[in-house]
């Protein structure tokens, strides 16, 4: 079974830019959520989808925001950029009723 | 509010030496919780589910109520364990992870 996969893998912006990622999920899984990876912070919950619905939502701005369609896949997007920005973002996935999360690559978004 | 923490952002033992990467939460209700492993190069990965009890890579660890703890042990660390170990605290759909530890087993 083919893992999470995260395109693209690295991302160079400059600041103000919006940017758009993709996450698809492992087939069959239909939770996904977004977390943001920083070196001080760690990782952060930015927001989770089920069955295209937005379940839960984080603490960050209104920037960040996301969808999923009818296929489980996932887009998170960030607009306005801000040097802050600049983090690794995972995707994980997850069964319908099971508590473990899978994690894609992630992808690196530099903001200039 | 904090709801996860790992007091430890580093921590160095020595190969055959036990090792214990502490994890403290704080929630009300009944407590899910996980440790995630990511060694060098790879994905971040499930180590251990408080639910399982069961013992991972000879990892182990129990959820202490009274303590809101969740420690992370290992009797005889392996230079494979260094890695950087998350501890996770699950409450209804959302994860809150720790700022984790980045454990270095010295040969």
């Known amino acids: 079974k083919a893992g999470v996969t995260q395109t693209p893998r690295y991302l160079i912006k400059t600041r103000g830019q919006q940017v758009t990622l993709s996450c698809s999920p492992i087939?069959?899984?239909?939770?996904v959520s977004w977390y943001q990876q920083t070196p001080g912070q760690g990782l952060q919950f930015l927001f989770e989808y089920f069955s295209e619905t937005q379940r839960n939502k984080g603490n960050f701005p209104g920037r960040f925001s996301g969808r999923q369609f009818s296929n489980s896949r996932s887009e998170m997007n960030v607009s306005t950029l801000e040097l802050g920005d600049s983090a690794l973002y995972l995707c994980a996935s997850s069964l319908a009723g099971d508590r473990v999360q899978y994690f894609g690559a992630g992808t690196r978004l530099s903001v200039l | 509010a904090q709801r996860v923490t790992q007091p430890e952002k580093l921590l160095s033992v020595f190969k055959g030496a036990p090792v214990e990467l502490k994890c403290n939460y704080s929630y009300s209700g009944s407590p899910e919780l996980f440790w995630y492993v990511q060694y060098s190069r790879q994905r971040l990965q499930l180590l251990l589910r408080?639910?399982s009890r069961e013992s991972i890579k000879g990892f182990t660890a129990d959820l202490n109520k009274g303590e809101t703890s969740f420690h992370l042990k290992k009797p005889f660390a392996q230079e494979e364990d260094s890695a950087m170990y998350y501890c996770a605290l699950l409450t209804g759909n959302q994860f809150y992870f720790g700022t984790g530890t980045s454990l270095t087993v010295i040969p």
């Open positions: 408080h639910i």
């Open positions: 087939s069959g899984h239909r939770s």
